[in-house]
């Protein structure tokens, strides 16, 4: 009978902050699969294995950190776009290409170098830039004009902006890059990676924008009913252009980021990286069918998969398994998102 009546009250107390539990239930994962990584990280030192908990070190927060700016600020315009209704499958694509422009205005290669590499950070960061806007305005104009689907036109732009980056270099890598442009990937200030203060500023600067502003208020305006917005005399086409454009921009900053990083701009570069940025922002909670989203859930969706990536590498487990669990774990976000049932009713 006791057993009965614990587990009404249980249902009681879900079925009451069902709300709340949805809000903040991204935020209770993360830290719970920081407090499972950390059991298991106890278990391992004291079963021998570990000389000690290397999930806890300064130095590994910070190596999780940097392993996620670049997919975070990919993630940041992502989310402006799903919230939206839309999806950007060209940002990896876009990023190698604003990557390997970039290098070459930082290379001191003589056979790949274009102007001067004394300049060798105002110009890539400028030339990244303008890349990335240019191939995430082509992308908001011809979807929103001519009201395609997001899929078709960047899955488009994904293969042009690839073909692109190839035929700049004749698909060769672009190396020998100046220190000072490479200062962007692997140097420090007051102790903490460049990308991750990028990272952290841009995100600071996407939450005002999308929270605070009334271009936030038309963003969930045109996801949640684009009729109702145009009705409102909300201009869903300039929205459209603007959200995709930013997105745009962001993936071009990633990919100068990532070369400055890696130290070279490969034609390869950011394969895949759209899945990871799509994967943080519905694991984060922002819904595929639009008008409903935070940043803030995109932040801790992408802690998570950088978590969850950090401790299998610890466990030595093999990255094909990392894989399938980012897949569940999308498939479970989507299975969770409440728009669902409003769809279906």
Same mark, same amino acid.
């Given at each position: ?10 249902? +009681? ?7 709340r539990?949805h809000k903040y ?5 993360? !830290?719970?699969?920081?407090?499972v ?10 079963n ?7 999930f ?5 927060m910070?190596? *999780?950190?940097?392993q ?14 799903v919230?939206?209704?839309? *999806? ?53 104009t ?24 190839? %035929?700049t ?20 200030v ?12 841009? !995100?600071?600067?996407?939450?005002v924008?999308?929270?605070?502003? %009334? ?6 305006a ?22 995709? +454009?930013?997105c ?13 990083? +890696?130290g070279?701009a ?17 694991i984060?909670?922002? #819904?595929?069918?639009?008008g *409903?989203?935070?940043?803030?859930? +995109?932040f ?6 950088? *978590? ?12 094909y ?6 897949g ?10 409440p #728009? ?6």
């Open positions: 009978m006791d057993s009965t009546h614990s587990l009404t009250q249980g249902l +009681t107390f879900i079925a009451r902050n069902k709300r539990l239930g991204i935020i209770i994962a993360f !830290f719970v699969l920081c407090l990584v950390t059991i298991i990280g106890e278990v391992q030192v004291a021998g294995a570990w000389s000690n908990n290397y806890l070190r300064n130095e590994n910070l190596i *999780v950190l940097r996620i700016s670049i997919n975070g600020i990919l993630a940041i315009g992502m989310t402006f776009v919230i939206t209704a839309g *999806v950007d499958l060209s940002v990896g694509s876009v990023l190698a290409l604003s990557g390997i422009v970039a290098a070459r205005f930082a290379t001191t290669n003589s056979g790949l170098s274009i102007g001067d590499s004394a300049h060798a950070l105002i110009m890539p960061m400028l030339v990244a830039l303008a890349i990335g806007i240019v191939c995430g305005l082509i992308n908001g011809i979807l929103a004009r001519y009201r395609l689907q997001p899929f078709i036109v960047t899955m488009g732009m994904l293969s042009a902006a690839r073909g692109l980056a190839l %035929l270099t004749d698909g060769n890598p672009v190396s020998q890059l100046n220190p000072d442009f490479r200062w962007l990937g692997n140097g420090y007051l102790g903490i990676p460049v990308p991750v203060i990028l990272f952290i500023a841009l !995100f600071a600067l996407g939450w924008l999308l929270n605070k502003t %009334l271009f936030g208020r038309y963003v969930y045109v996801g949640g009913n684009q009729k109702s917005a145009r009705t409102s005399g909300i201009s869903v086409v300039k929205i459209k252009v603007l959200v995709y +454009t930013l745009g921009a962001l993936a071009g900053i990633a990919g100068l980021i990532l070369t400055a990083r +890696t070279s490969q034609t390869s570069a950011g394969a895949a990286y759209e899945l990871d940025a799509i994967a943080a922002v519905v984060g909670g922002t #819904s595929m069918a639009g *409903v989203g935070t940043l803030v859930g +995109t801790f969706g992408i802690l998570i998969i950088g *978590v969850m990536n950090n401790g299998l590498d610890l466990l030595g487990v093999q990255s398994y990392q894989q399938i669990i980012k569940a774990l999308i498939v479970v976000a989507v299975l969770l998102d #728009s669902r049932k409003q769809q279906r009713d």
